[in-house]
């Protein structure tokens, strides 16, 4: 068998065909990665394939997470494969950015160009293949967010209905809407998320539903591609630092798995240094990481945060499924959690726009965790450095014009301050008044 599913406890590591219907070990309960025979390929012809590629009419070719289908070989036939060319996210410099954290050079990996607008969809399409491949018909998650969005999009695109399911008065119009338009049925339940999650486990398995949250370890494959792309645009040379946001920290699993499979493969000669970033009201993760690095724990185990709190609503997460995982690849590539305010978001956040990128609140949290870093000495400001931003701008408008008009509130409904503010003007339909305040 060239692909299995593997528990991810190193007690138990039990092994699955990778076409069982699991979410998690049933022996012991814990997450679950698909693991791989060796390739025959040599690195260097995999870069060569995977180069060749981008010049390709094929769509598989043209997707940037297919285009790399020999680091995620989970599927025995790729019919099943819907892609939206996903991926195919720019490297963009930032000098203004750059400047504001104090680095020399700092460049974005951003994930907001992808079809629905964040990184949900490098994973989405490996987990629709797999829906497909194992004769479901329906799909479902439970998220008020970029995962709905996404697989709204990918489900329908596939001809999979799609099912939302949302915690009641939880709802982000910016997201809810592309999952409403992509045609996903969406419910909204009267309990919060760790109910619904329960609820949502109990129905699938009795309608045959597959389950697209954050742990489905296919998501966390395509996820992968995102390393394997940013290393293929920078002609293999690891970065010293990978910067990202963590809120269910599966894009941190995929990191870590990614670099470390293609440092095995020889496609690259070092394991860059991952750095995690959490907001303040939702930093379990950043608790985690310092209490194990401090004590050297044995077993550590995460502390949920029972009411988690951000505007950031991608990152707005108290139990992180992914954590283990996460903990595992910060740890081995000897990276660092920091945690970051509302404040320092917001103004990291505007930051970027000024450099005419843009992002999601969420995805401005790397700038302002590498302020911090950079401030501490931990990371020199010499630094080799790309921040993954993970969501596109317009997926919360709402946030960003109440931060240009200060009245952006923090989930205290203290007053964030509009220190990079751009006040749009009334002015007088009148030209010599007009040419007075444009100077
Ligand atoms: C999902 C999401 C995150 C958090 O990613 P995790 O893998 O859950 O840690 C961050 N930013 C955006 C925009 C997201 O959609
Ligand atoms: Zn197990």
Same mark, same amino acid.
């Given at each position: 068998m060239a692909a299995e599913l593997v528990c991810f406890a190193p007690t138990c590591r039990t092994r699955f065909p990778?076409?069982?219907?699991?979410?998690?070990?049933?022996?012991?309960g814990s997450l679950l990665e698909a693991i791989y025979e060796p390739?025959? &390929?040599s690195a260097l012809m995999l870069k060569r394939v995977w180069r060749e590629r981008?010049?390709?009419?094929a769509p598989l070719d043209q997707s940037g997470v297919w285009r790399f289908r020999e680091l995620i070989p989970f599927l025995a036939s790729y019919n099943c494969v819907v892609t939206l060319r996903e991926g195919n996210t720019p490297l963009l410099e930032a000098r203004q950015a750059a400047q504001y954290a104090g680095l020399d050079r700092l460049v974005f990996k951003h994930q907001g160009f992808n079809p629905t607008g964040s990184f949900k969809d490098n994973g989405m399409t490996c987990g629709t293949a797999q829906a497909l491949r194992l004769g479901r018909t329906r799909v479902a998650c439970v998220s008020t967010g970029n995962t709905s969005a996404s697989m709204a999009a990918y489900a329908s695109a596939a001809g999979l209905q799609p099912i939302i399911f949302i915690p009641h008065g939880n709802i982000s119009y910016g997201k809810l809407a592309q999952a409403l338009e992509y045609g996903a049925r969406t419910l909204q339940v009267e309990a919060n998320f760790d109910q619904i999650l329960a609820l949502v486990r109990q129905i699938a398995e009795q309608l045959g539903i597959y389950l697209l949250n954050s742990i489905n370890p296919f998501r966390i494959e395509g996820q992968k591609t995102i390393m394997a792309e940013m290393l293929d645009q920078r002609d293999? &040379?690891?970065?010293?630092w990978v910067v990202l946001p963590g809120g269910n920290l599966g894009n941190t699993a995929a990191f870590g798995k990614a670099l470390r499979e293609m440092k095995e493969l020889g496609l690259i000669s070092r394991l860059p240094r991952l750095a995690v970033i959490q907001a303040e009201g939702a930093a379990p993760f950043y608790e985690l990481v310092h209490k194990t690095q401090k004590s050297r724990a044995k077993k550590p185990q995460l502390q949920a945060v029972e009411h988690p709190e951000t505007l950031a609503t991608a990152i707005k997460i108290g139990d992180p499924v992914s954590w283990p995982k996460a903990l595992y690849e910060v740890t081995t590539s000897q990276g660092v959690a920091e945690k970051v305010t509302e404040q320092e978001i917001a103004d990291a956040k505007a930051v970027i726009g000024r450099c005419g990128i843009g992002c999601e609140p969420a995805s401005a949290a790397t700038l302002a965790g590498l302020k911090k870093l950079i401030a501490a000495g931990i990371i020199p400001a010499d630094a080799d450095v790309v921040a993954v931003?993970?969501?596109?701008?317009?997926?919360d408008p709402d946030y960003i014009y109440r931060y240009h008009t200060g009245v952006l509130e923090g989930p205290g409904g203290e007053h964030i301050h509009s220190n990079y503010g751009n006040q749009p003007l009334v002015v007088p339909n009148d030209p010599a008044e007009i040419a007075r305040v444009l100077g």
């Open positions: 990778i076409t069982e219907l699991l979410y998690n070990c049933p022996k012991c390739l025959e &390929q981008r010049t390709s009419n293999w &040379q690891a970065p010293d931003l993970t969501g596109h701008v317009l997926k």
